[in-house]
């Protein structure tokens, strides 16, 4: 069997939320959640917060970035494109109509929700949404979600994305729902895998390698056969029918009042320079966690050759404890992360499910799966605290 090296490198995406701000403390629970954190790259925006006030007619929800944004990417906002913005209640349900500048309400709908109208977006990176006169007021104490991007998939997905600045640092985006109620939140701009007491809040995320040798993660049986650093897995030669295992340990400290959670992702399939890839366990079914099978080797279909999945030992996960003991699934994508770490409140770093855990890799092949001696992927840690 040719041998088989996988590089790991992890991305770290930081979201630093901040309550009310000292001007104006009506909004609460503010936070934006960034899809990339790197310098200069473009990234959607997922801004959430609790209105103090109802939104009524002509009032507005105004969004607006620090300056090092750039909103004049290619291709640029337009208020004519309703596309590139969502505003929502949190939970989905409620899906509130934007409409084109100076369309507002929607003479086709019937008004038995609130509508918007993109009233306007400047080259200072400030986006203003107006309540349109005649439809539904937005409640006070509603939980509002506004995506900016292509994550903005109501009707069709957008295609305009704001340019993080070039330079890390934290950020401050203030949000203005209705005219009165204001609060900041700020994000941190970081490049790599580095996140430390620089960033402007107590948030620290830490990836530990764990040596060969080690008891595997979650329950599983044996011990780790491969020796991980905070950056790399390095599978080495891999046998066919024998199914190797690693692990990562990670940490969570912050001050956070409403905790954390900690999604991984995949850029793509372990993959080799040929195009011959070691698929996802369970073929991308990253939502179910089930015991470990084998690879079938069924000679008709290369996905069925080799696999590789993830599981966690944190029990208290946003649905509860879905890795149970030695279950695995598939590992995310930049869509559909996997949710591997979670907490609730203020995290020390130490404590199991609530400031820290170990996060175990499987792999196994059938003497099927294609030689190679180049298979690579990314996998990137997206950690994001609540305060």
């Not at 530990?208 to 080690?214: D, I, L, N």
Request: net charge negative.
């Amino acid at each position: 069997m040719a041998k088989i090296t996988k590089i790991l490198s992890i991305l770290l995406t930081l979201v630093l939320v901040f309550g009310n701000s000292v001007f104006a403390a009506k909004l609460n629970s503010v936070s934006d959640t960034l899809s990339d954190s790197e310098p200069g790259v473009k990234a959607n925006h997922t801004l959430k917060f609790t209105t103090k006030s109802s939104i009524t007619a002509s009032s507005t929800i105004v969004i607006d970035f620090a300056d090092g944004f750039q909103s004049t990417s290619t291709p640029a906002f337009d208020a004519a494109d309703v596309l590139d913005y969502d505003i929502a209640t949190s939970t989905g349900v409620a899906e509130f109509t934007i409409n084109v500048a100076g369309k507002c309400p929607n003479p086709t709908l019937d008004q038995d929700t609130a509508e918007f109208e993109i009233t306007s977006i400047s080259s200072a990176n400030v986006f203003t949404f107006t309540h349109c006169n005649g439809t539904l007021d937005v409640a006070a104490n509603s939980d509002i979600t506004v995506e900016i991007g292509t994550n903005a998939a109501a009707g069709g997905t957008g295609d305009s994305q704001l340019a993080n600045p070039t330079a890390a640092g934290s950020y401050v985006i203030t949000i203005t729902a209705p005219a009165a109620d204001s609060a900041d939140t700020r994000v941190a701009i970081v490049p790599d895998v580095t996140v430390t007491a620089k960033v402007k809040t107590n948030f620290t995320f830490t990836v530990s390698g764990v040596a060969s040798g080690s008891t595997a993660a979650n329950g599983d049986s044996g011990t780790t056969d491969v020796t991980t650093t905070s950056t790399s897995i390095p599978w080495d030669e891999l046998a066919s029918g024998v199914a190797k295992k690693a692990r990562q340990d990670l940490a969570v400290s912050t001050n956070a009042k409403n905790g954390f959670s900690v999604t991984i992702w995949q850029d793509q399939n372990l993959t080799s320079g040929d195009g011959s890839d070691v698929d996802n366990f369970q073929q991308s079914a990253t939502t179910t966690e089930v015991v470990w099978a084998s690879p079938a080797e069924d000679i008709d279909d290369e996905t069925t050759w080799g696999h590789q999945g993830i599981t966690s030992e944190d029990t208290t996960l946003t649905a509860g404890d879905n890795y149970g003991t030695a279950l695995y699934s598939g590992i995310g994508s930049q869509g559909a992360p996997v949710e591997i770490f979670f907490h609730t409140g203020p995290a020390n770093g130490t404590t199991a499910n609530k400031g820290a855990t170990k996060v175990g890799f499987k792999i196994e092949v059938s003497a099927l799966q294609e030689a190679a001696d180049d298979y690579t992927q990314s996998l990137n840690y997206i950690a994001t605290p609540i305060f």
